[in-house]
């Protein structure tokens, strides 16, 4: 009986223990701040050598999100319909299931491509980079959903490959700032660093907004 008293008393002491260190742990991770990201920058751009990658907004996960709707959508239509005026390409991606529930204001046109996602980086296994290539683009720009998702995992492949990336920022956000500021931060201190956010650094990624992406 005192072995297991003895036991049960270390165990308790244990656990105790072991949840003061996680409250502890808990306390100094609340405590550490995310670098401020660099302020946005505005860019403009050659639409002969620029396309346009839209992710991910559709139905099914925009209606789950309120910054999607309320914020991005509108965003993006006016942000589309300038670009398209200039002559930019605009190229699509999510599942291939989900393909036909594209947000009505941002939905493709007859002739925009499609890529079928097999990951959050929509270059993995499928043609983007082709598609691409083909039409002698050179600078990629990204909206969507979400920025800590498809959009960095997108822009890592992007300048892996040699384009040159800008992320409209206000059309390409996540449900948290703190999300957002995980993507931000991965974005421009990946392999192909950009830290300082300089607008169109060669073979990374630039911050703007979509109202300061202009063609020339």
Same mark, same amino acid.
């Given at each position: 009986m005192k072995f297991a008293a003895a036991a049960i008393t270390l165990a308790l002491c244990a656990v105790a223990s072991?949840? *003061?260190?996680?409250?502890? #742990?808990?306390?100094?991770?609340? *405590? =550490?701040?995310?670098?401020?990201?660099?302020?946005?920058?505005?860019?403009?751009?050659?639409?002969? #050598?620029?396309? =346009?990658?839209?992710?991910?907004? /559709?139905?099914? /996960?925009?209606?789950?999100?309120?910054?999607?709707? *309320?914020t991005m959508i509108p965003l993006a239509k006016a942000f589309l319909e300038r670009a398209r005026k200039a002559g930019v390409m605009v190229v699509y991606s999510t599942?291939?299931?989900?393909?036909?529930?594209?947000?009505?204001?941002?939905?493709?046109?007859?002739?925009?491509?499609? /890529?079928?996602?097999?990951?959050? +980086?929509?270059?993995?296994?499928?043609?983007?980079?082709?598609?691409?290539?083909?039409?002698?683009?050179?600078?990629?720009?990204i909206i969507g959903w979400k920025n800590s998702g498809s959009v960095l995992y997108t822009s890592i492949g992007a300048t892996l490959r040699g384009f040159t990336v800008v992320v409209g920022r +206000?059309? *390409?956000?996540?449900?948290? #700032?703190?999300?957002? #500021? =995980?993507?931000?931060y991965q974005m421009l201190t990946q392999s192909s660093a950009n830290a300082t956010n300089e607008p169109l650094k060669t073979r990374a990624t630039t911050l703007s907004r979509t109202d300061w992406i202009t063609f020339n």
């Open positions: 072991g949840h *003061a260190h996680a409250q502890g #742990a808990q306390q100094k991770m609340a *405590a =550490i701040q995310m670098p401020e990201a660099p302020a946005l920058v505005p860019v403009k751009l050659n639409p002969a #050598a620029t396309a =346009i990658l839209v992710s991910d907004m /559709i139905d099914p /996960i925009c209606k789950s999100q309120p910054k999607c709707v *309320a599942q291939e299931a989900r393909k036909d529930s594209w947000m009505p204001d941002v939905a493709p046109q007859p002739g925009d491509p499609f /890529i079928a996602s097999k990951g959050q +980086d929509r270059f993995f296994d499928t043609a983007l980079e082709k598609t691409l290539k083909d039409k002698g683009v050179q600078t990629l720009v +206000d059309a *390409a956000l996540g449900p948290s #700032a703190w999300e957002e #500021a =995980i993507g931000d």
